[in-house]
């Protein structure tokens, strides 16, 4: 089986253009990834759990607090979108968050992302703006939206 981590690496170092500053680095998913209360979603262009033969090309990491989930990172390889993995990754996050006891779920995004139509796609509304919370490669700023969706 392939790493977790090199597999979350390799999708995002395609998946996010560097203009926006939203990638993380290598550390910051480790660091992530150590916290108990972290959870990883990883499906192959199949929508199976991925194994040596056939490597996940997307991917979800959460993070858990009472009552609670934040959706930290969501990825699908550019040559597997608009297959509705996307979709599909959200939609199990939901079922596991409700599993573990969350009643609802939240994400934060960068304002002009067009995520932002799969996320209300899937039941998610923009509660919040927190101002200027991107930088830019450029150095210039912009908001993020905060999503929230009621399980
Ligand atoms: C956002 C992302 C995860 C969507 O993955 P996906 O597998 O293509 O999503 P789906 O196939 O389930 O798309 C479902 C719907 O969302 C919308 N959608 C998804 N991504 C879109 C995009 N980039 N632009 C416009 N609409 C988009 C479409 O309306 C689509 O509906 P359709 O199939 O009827 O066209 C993928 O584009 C991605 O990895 N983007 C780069 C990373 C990123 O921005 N992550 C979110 C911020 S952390």
């Given at each position: 089986?392939?790493?977790?981590?090199?597999?979350?690496?390799?999708?995002?170092?395609?998946?996010?253009?560097?203009?926006?500053?939203?990638?993380?680095?290598?550390?910051?998913?480790?660091s992530?990834?150590?916290?108990?209360?972290?959870?990883?979603?990883?499906?192959?262009?199949?929508?199976l759990?991925?194994?040596?033969?056939?490597?996940?090309?997307?991917?979800?990491?959460?993070?858990?607090?009472?009552?609670?989930?934040?959706?930290?990172?969501?990825?699908?390889?550019p040559?597997?979108?608009?297959?509705?993995?996307?979709?599909?990754?959200?939609t199990?996050?939901?079922?596991?968050?409700?599993?573990?006891?969350?009643?609802?779920?939240?994400?934060?995004?960068?304002?002009?992302?067009?995520?932002?139509?799969?996320?209300?796609?899937v039941?998610?509304?923009?509660?919040?703006?927190?101002?200027?919370?991107?930088?830019?490669?450029?150095?210039?700023?912009?908001?993020?939206?905060?999503?929230?969706?009621?399980?």
């Amino acid at each position: 089986m392939i790493d977790p981590l090199d597999t979350i690496m390799a999708i995002m170092g395609e998946s996010f253009d560097p203009v926006w500053g939203e990638a993380w680095n290598r550390a910051q998913v480790a660091s992530s990834m150590d916290m108990p209360t972290t959870h990883l979603a990883l499906l192959t262009a199949d929508c199976l759990p991925p194994t040596s033969r056939n490597p996940a090309v997307c991917f979800a990491l959460t993070r858990a607090a009472p009552g609670e989930e934040e959706l930290l990172l969501i990825a699908v390889h550019p040559d597997h979108r608009k297959n509705g993995l996307g979709t599909r990754l959200l939609t199990l996050l939901a079922e596991d968050a409700r599993g573990r006891g969350a009643e609802r779920l939240f994400l934060e995004m960068r304002e002009n992302n067009p995520a932002a139509s799969l996320y209300r796609s899937v039941g998610y509304k923009p509660i919040g703006r927190r101002h200027a919370y991107y930088k830019l490669s450029d150095g210039s700023r912009l908001d993020a939206i905060t999503f929230a969706k009621k399980l």
